[in-house]
């Protein structure tokens, strides 16, 4: 992707949120020498088990997400990034806290892997807004969650 665009984007968090995996793996990469990549931003890790804080921006949370969102969050925060993990991140759009989805298609198929969304108990629908192609074969797409739409539920 381009680094300008990326860096632009990056900007326009305000903190984010990720699940016990996502930040194990941030943290496996910074010790491996790849850099901490939420800058100096709150980061709030979902989880129950108790993991080792890295640096001061991290907080822990376990109990109720939309509560935490909607209460904690939203007044705090305009732009709250849902980072990694299928689980994490169909628990946000399962329970309508997602505005928009963002995918990145790489020029690699890939055979095996996470899911995107975990436990999806409905079709969610969306608005394609922005398609973004880079030299490099990447697509970037952006999409508004539609809140309107009764999807009808899987069977």
């Known amino acids: 992707m381009d680094p300008e ?6 900007k326009t968090i305000d903190c984010y949120v990720m699940g016990s995996r996502t930040y194990e793996t941030a943290v496996r990469f910074e010790i491996e020498g790849f850099g ?5 931003k709150p980061v709030f890790v979902l989880t129950s088990r ?3 804080k890295t640096r001061d921006t991290v907080e822990f949370y376990s109990g109720d997400l939309t509560r935490f969102v909607n209460e904690r969050l939203r007044p ?3 732009s709250i990034w849902f ?6 991140s169909g628990d ?3 329970l309508g806290l997602a505005d928009e989805v963002r995918y990145s298609v790489l020029p690699i198929l890939i055979g095996d892997g996470i899911r995107f969304f975990e436990n999806l108990d409905r079709d969610v629908p969306l608005h394609l807004v922005e398609v973004k192609p880079y030299r490099s074969g990447t697509v970037g797409l952006r ?3 539609q809140r309107n739409s009764a999807a009808p539920k899987k069977s």
């Open 92 to 94: 946000c759009l399962r």
């Open 143 to 145: 999409y508004e969650v």
């Open 50 to 52: 108790g993991l080792s």
């Open 76 to 78: 705090n925060f305009d």
């Open 83 to 88: 980072v990694g993990g299928g689980v994490v």
């Open 5 to 10: 665009f990326v860096e632009t984007f990056l």
């Open 36 to 40: 901490w990549a939420y800058g100096d």
